[in-house]
Nanobody
Framework: VQLQASGGGLVQAGESLRLSCEPSDNIFRFDVMGWYRQAPGKQRELVAVMRRSGGSDYADSVKGRFVISRDMARSTVDLQMDSLKPEDTAVYYC???????????WGQGTQVTVSS
């Protein structure tokens, strides 16, 4: 399985970006899909995840600003990021997992840079 992430870029604080993750398998085959990020010198952290049921979880730092969703037409899992802050600067990784087997997959990462 491959995960193709896209949509990163350089924006100013307060602006928006939308990330997309397109898996090589049907998005509903995975038990959970989501986004993680890793800033320089920091550990990778969860940003937002969506379960097959549609339930979602967010990091406290992005609640109210980021929304994770599924695009059925494009078969992608997207992350709408609004009111971006410089501290959101990181490489964002798409992630997918099969709970039954514990097998998971990572995308290649897309850079998000927010200038102040």
């Amino acid at each position: 399985v491959q995960l193709q992430a896209s949509g990163g870029g350089l924006v100013q604080a307060g602006e928006s970006l939308r990330l997309s993750c397109e898996p090589s398998d049907n998005i509903f085959r995975f038990d959970v899909m989501g986004w993680y990020r890793q800033a320089p010198g920091k550990q990778r952290e969860l940003v937002a995840v969506m379960r097959r049921s549609g339930g979602s979880d967010y990091a406290d730092s992005v609640k109210g600003r980021f929304v994770i969703s599924r695009d059925m037409a494009r078969s992608t899992v997207d992350l709408q990021m609004d009111s971006l802050k410089p501290e959101d600067t990181a490489v964002y990784y798409c992630h997918a997992e099969y709970w039954m087997t514990g097998v998971d997959f990572w995308g290649q990462g897309t850079q998000v840079t927010v200038s102040s």
